[in-house]
């Protein structure tokens, strides 16, 4: 099978992201599937396509050293970007790539594993979605449902500035802020401090795509995106760009707040699954549920499967077992894939925001 590679080089931020999701818009059920390779020219902020912004995001920080923020259409956490990462996008037609998410992540991730190892650096992939070496983290992966495509993005990271992360997320206190910083020194990794001499981009490139033959059966190609595919990449720069997309998330909380009367608390809980933070308002009467909004850092298929299971859940009693069996059952009936979030994480959570209000 043919893989089709497209190099962006080195391009915006928001063609960074616009790129592949341009990709995958223009994808039909037939196509080849595609590679795409980019780093951004100058530093961003990307928030996980579940997350509050207000809650995960220092914004007067971003603004006042002019780091824009975009949301994309995959999940998982806010991340600082920059230069020093290489992104890779699989976008395969869905019949062509593996039915369960569970099952993207080992598929796609072996070729960076290999690719890394063949530059000396003792990477292996760590169940569900990270690659570590010796215990550190130099990598994440995310899957996603986008139009016809599914799509895994990774990355191959350089360097990482762990002082802009820790700057650019919603913290408590500086205190906090501070012991932050040293854990992602601790715990993050990167070619920097791997290996002697980095290698350059092109080498790289090369390496790995050796490895997607290898490790995929395919048969990388250079390719340039078609007229249709680059007039969909525009699309989507605009779409990404649009206020109403990247604040989407906050919407509905605005919303529950306006509807509070008497006889309804509005709450919050957080609950750290093993697939990621998982947030929750609650607005609650009559000890049911009378609207919810499920954010976090976690991944979710379908795209809107969590809104849908928020959904579903009003009207719910606030007990543990009838929110975790509701739970599964939205799960079973809308088709949600979480990996590492189980029905009954769903259930502790909101069951927290419950406790919060009494």
Known sequence: MRLRVIDFGSVSPLRSQAGFHGMAKAMGPDDDPVLTLTNPDDPYVCVGLHQEIA???????????????????????????????????????????????????????????????????????????????????????????????????????????????????????EKFRDKLKTTLDDYMTTMVKQLDEVPDRAHLITLFLKHCAGALGVTPEMSEPTEAEMKAIEEEERALSDPEWTYKQ????????????????????????????????????????ADLMISGDFTCLPPGGIDRLAERLVGENLDFDGLAAAAASGFEEIGIEMPGVEPADIATTVMAAKEAST
């Open 55 to 173: 809650k995960e995001v220092d914004e007067d920080f971003c603004k006042a050293n002019s780091l824009p923020i975009f949301r994309r259409r995959i999940g998982g956490g806010a991340v600082y970007l920059d230069t020093n990462q290489l992104f890779t996008h699989f976008i395969y037609p869905r019949k062509k790539a593996p039915e369960f998410a569970v099952n993207l992540y080992p598929m796609f991730i072996e070729p960076v594993v290999r690719t890394y190892q063949d530059l000396g650096v003792n990477a292996v992939y760590r169940p569900v979605n990270d690659i570590q070496v010796d215990g550190r983290k130099i990598g994440g992966t995310g899957a996603a449902s986008i139009g016809e495509a599914t799509v895994m993005a990774g990355s191959f990271m350089y360097d990482f500035d762990t002082a802009n992360m820790a700057r650019c997320l919603k913290v408590p206190s």
């Open 250 to 289: 906050g919407r509905k909380f605005v919303d529950m707040g306006v509807k509070i009367s008497a006889g309804m608390h509005l709450t919050e809980s957080a609950h750290k699954a093993p697939g990621g933070m998982i947030r929750v308002h609650l607005l609650e009467r009559d000890d049911k549920i």
